[in-house]
């Protein structure tokens, strides 16, 4: 390998690790926090903390949902919960993933 290849090389090696590096500090887009007011039909509601828009989201037939840690379906979300939501884009748009519900103090 010439001396030109090895600092082409060594560029793009850089150029990769600093773009994985802003990506890992770079806050999750696909995150919602916010209070659930009402579920149905695989969708769920949220109130979303910042700014208090209700967002209506659909739920991944395989979505991971939890209550104060436990496991829990859908149904078992009451108003009020707080949530924090991890949306992944898939076939049918972008859809609730994760589902980690914590109740009302």
Do not use: C, S, W
């Not at 007011?37 to 769920?44: I, R």
């Not at 949902?65 to 108003?79: C, N, V």
């Amino acid at each position: 390998m010439n001396m030109l290849n090895r600092h082409v090389l060594g560029l793009a090696l850089a150029i990769l690790l600093a773009g994985a590096a802003l990506l890992a500090a770079r806050p999750a887009e696909n995150d919602l926090y916010g209070k659930v007011m009402g579920t149905a039909d695989a969708k769920v509601i949220v109130q979303t903390l910042d700014g208090g828009e209700m967002m209506t989201l659909g739920v991944a037939p395989d979505a991971r949902i939890t209550r104060d840690g436990a496991g829990a379906r859908l149904a078992d979300l009451a108003i009020g919960d707080f949530v924090h939501v991890t949306m992944e884009r898939r076939t049918l748009g972008l859809l609730a993933t994760v589902i980690e519900a914590r109740t009302p103090y």
